[in-house]
């Protein structure tokens, strides 16, 4: 399995313009996750979906923010517009949601800068 | 909702000495506690986790303990290694297709 696949690796933009990451889980996962990553605010949790439905979208910033699940093979995250602001580190994560508590499995990220 | 502290942000430790991080969770429904490791530039990779019907696990160096009375749960590593140096994160997660809730890390440095 390839694991939980992000693009791209790194994204540099200028201020208003609009960014779209993207995410693949792992197949057989139903559960994706959203997550931001700053030095001052550590991991936040900004979305996550059951079964390609957004379940709490509570963590997400403002309206500028806004993801997507159209299937249960692909997410998008996009900002619109994008400020200084929203630079971090951005990790998509996956998990399955039957059974028990089972791990969640990271994307090696998207690392975001806003000039 | 869930509310994970984490304690220390920082410790140091030398090589083959033991190293405990402690968290703290709020939900009392919380379940589900696995610790992350993230090495500088990398994604948090599991390294060990825990469910509430147990109060301790063990996995060669690192072991974790789980107190539901308390709300509280530790990481214990024995005999660091240069290694073991990154940073650390507990969760907690009230159930299957629940949200987990990160701690806000703690730096661990392993000194020669």
């Known amino acids: ?115 | 909702g869930e509310n994970v502290e984490q304690h220390p942000s920082t410790l140091s430790v030398q090589e083959g000495d033991s190293a405990v991080i402690k968290c703290t969770y709020s939900d009392s429904a919380s379940n589900y506690f696995p610790w992350y490791k993230q090495e500088l530039g990398k994604r948090p990779q599991l390294i060990i986790d825990i469910r509430s019907n147990v109060g301790e696990k063990k996995d060669q160096r690192i072991a974790v303990t789980l107190n539901k009375t308390a709300k509280h749960f530790s990481l214990h590593i024995t005999e660091t290694q240069p290694e073991d140096s990154a940073v650390y994160f507990c969760a907690a997660s009230p159930g299957t297709a629940s949200k987990l809730t990160f701690g806000t890390g703690t730096r661990l440095q392993v000194t020669l």
């Open chain 1, 1 to 115: 399995d390839a694991g939980v696949i992000q693009s791209p690796r790194h994204e540099v933009t200028e201020m208003g313009q609009e960014v779209t990451l993207r995410c693949k889980p792992i197949s057989g996962h139903n559960s994706l996750f959203w997550y931001r990553q700053t030095m001052m605010r550590g991991l936040e949790l900004l979305i996550y979906f059951n079964n390609n439905v957004p379940i709490d979208d509570s963590g997400m910033p403002e309206d500028r923010f806004s993801a997507k699940m159209p299937n249960a093979s692909f997410s998008t995250l996009k900002i619109q517009p994008s400020e200084p602001r929203d630079s971090a580190v951005y990790f998509c994560a996956s998990r399955p949601t039957q059974g028990l508590n089972s791990p969640l499995h990271f994307g090696n990220g998207t690392r975001l800068t806003v000039t």
